[in-house]
């Protein structure tokens, strides 16, 4: 009796109590992250306004002009600052490892180091493996990364192994490659050819070839091009509406004639529906180019950076860097954040990625854009000055915030405060 009288009366205040129960508490959600006040730049939904911004289970939960903060959990007051959703970095090279080149080797990069910092939650890395060691990138870096990591699958099956391996067509499988890329469909999201020198047109042949099997796009960085294989044949008669054409400022492939205007290849290639893609890079990066494309008005459907150990430290730097530089040649910010979210997204065929709507993953980039003396330098010693810079301040990856520049989510130190040691990184000497 006594343990049946006791049990009745811990029941009592649990059933009476609205708090947990089934009251009015019971619908109102519980944010996990608000992001308040932020001006928010996202083109795919229209919105270019001071808002607030909800997250719960790694999505955007809420989006509005004003949400109360008492139903989030943690709040960040971010007044000042523009939030986008989380860059794409439609050219990368990701796949670290001991060999001597991009595959599995020590050009590429490990993605976390580089992306957060930049504003960027989705990294394409562009070829540096094939249908041959794929899954051992799979293994080693996508799987093992924060940074959302798609790619192109090179259509050479070693990849980017450098030098002879990329000119031998015997390694050019479409079949090969379309088998993997139809096994990885959230994965690759495209085939890549790069760095082929010879007269042939089977790389590209066999590129395309491959993503009809796929079902996806091709992605060229053409090597060299030639009277047999000309940048006019290919835009103009060879790639697909939705196929890529990178390092379109490079001015290596007569992207620039020489009366000074584009070549008219590339605007004849634009109304097919090809996309140009910027793939910055160590060498691909010419302002002489860059500046016709304003004059004439070609500015590329995705703006991207060619990570990888030649770039990082060189006039490419990072994705913001690279924004930093349509935006003083005189781009509107939302343009430069479309080119860097949406039109990426949609390139991919991933249009749950590069927006912020209601259900779409939490993946966001708060940033500043700084007032100052800056000086932007191409991959050819020349530099444009400019007064503005983007500059990273807060990256969510998944609603979890992988990028704090200034420490927001943390608390402010005084005298004698205790910190949180229930990390188990901390614990290492
Ligand atoms: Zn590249």
Redesign the pocket.
Known sequence: MVGASAASSANGPSSDDPAPGAGASATAVTYDLLLRRGHVVDPKNDRDKVMDIAVKDGKIAAVGSKIDPSRAKRTIDIKGKYLAPGFIDM???LFRGEQDA?ADGVLGLPPDGFTFRAGVTTALD??SSGAENFELFKKNIIDTSKTRVLAMLNIVGKG?AGGDKEQDLSNMSADKAAKVAKKYPEIIRGIKT?HYNGPSWEPVERSIKAGEMAGVPAMI?FGSDSPERSIEELLTKRLRAGDIY??VYSGLRHELGDDGKLNPALQAGRDRGILFDV?H?GG?FDWNVAMEGKKEGFWPDSIST?L?TDSMNAGMKDMSNVMSKFLTMGQPLSDVIEESTWKPAQALGRKDLGNLSVGSPADIAVFDLEKGEFGYADSFGLRVDGKEKLVTELTVRAGEVVWDLNGRTANPWTPGAVGDKSNEEHAAP
């Open positions: 050219h990368t090279h991009y562009t070829g980017m790069a960085d990178s390092h793939g890079g691909s060619d990888h």
